[in-house]
């Protein structure tokens, strides 16, 4: 019982935050001098950053939560789901035959973190037009959530297959 009205407490303290970030977004999204100020200051800080730590190549919409903390643009297929029907058997990319595939690093890492599920989302296409933006400035705006046809479900690999009666 008192667990069942801490995690509601939980949830409402996240959605008020949430809908707090949402308001500050809306307000920067209005204001593109203000936007174009962010983005000229924080661009240099996220590319020096995640850069350093995980080969970040700025496409300006981070899906790193979900891709067990390892950029998906490193792949040198660009995928964004992956891994393809390419990945040899030992694991290497069929690209750069030295090189371990990324997906395979994705995946093994996502499993050690607290939301190992996320590996399995259907991440959109990569929109170009955002390439070289902080990645910060457009989660805060929304600019990272424009629909680009992959708005309808299935969200995650996950459903397709218990939806076709396989159990992952
Ligand atoms: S997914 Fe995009 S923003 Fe995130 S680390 Fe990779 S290139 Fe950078």
Redesign the pocket.
Known sequence: MGGRADQSCTEEVMMSEFQSWRRIGRYIDQRPGLKRFLDRILCPLERIS?GAV?D?????????HSTGMV???TCPKKLRNGPCGGVRLDGKCEVLPKVQCVWVTAYARSQRLFWPHEIHDLRPPVDWSLRGTS?WVNALTGRDQIASGCVAEPHSALQVLNRNGHSA
Do not use: N
């Not at 970040?56 to 790193?64: E, H, N, P, S």
């Open positions: 995640k995980f970040c190549r700025m496409c300006g919409q981070c899906v790193l950029c998906p643009m990645s």
